[in-house]
């Protein structure tokens, strides 16, 4: 059983920074993806970024060049390093971790089964 619990969440003003991690408790699997997803009040979850247990980043269009997702495998944690924030990337961040589904579905949220309580990020402008 894997157990997330994400911290580094606040409030920043439009163009600052924030890292979000995640601490994953529990075996991760080579084939297991880790992703950030986040929720916006009234909008759907989507998926942010996504890294394999050993292999490279995919991210979402809206946060290319801005995000960058990391992990130290020998802590078991998963780091979201947010720059340029903008006041649309105001969400609540979740992480997730699961095996990884196929291509097109890899920032799908119902592919994923393990996750985080979440962390609230607020940007103003």
């Known amino acids: 059983q894997v157990q997330l619990m994400e911290s580094g969440g606040g409030s920043v003003q439009a163009g600052g920074s924030l890292r979000l991690s995640c601490a994953v408790s529990?075996?991760?699997?080579?084939?297991?993806?880790m992703v950030w997803f986040r929720q916006a009040p009234g909008k759907a979850r989507e998926g942010v970024a996504i890294?394999?247990?050993?292999?490279?980043?995919t991210y979402a269009e809206s946060v290319k060049g801005r995000f960058t997702i990391s992990k130290d495998n020998a802590e078991n944690t998963l780091y979201l390093q947010m720059n340029s924030l903008k006041p649309e990337d105001t969400a609540m961040y979740f992480c997730?971790?699961?095996?990884?589904?196929?291509?097109?579905?890899?920032?799908?949220?119902?592919?994923?089964?393990?996750w985080g309580q979440g962390t609230q990020v607020t940007v103003s402008s």
């Open positions: 997730a971790v699961d095996w990884c589904p196929p291509g097109p579905r890899e920032l799908w949220p119902e592919e994923y089964n393990n």
């Open positions: 529990g075996y991760i699997e080579r084939r297991h993806c």
């Open positions: 890294i394999l247990r050993n292999g490279g980043p």
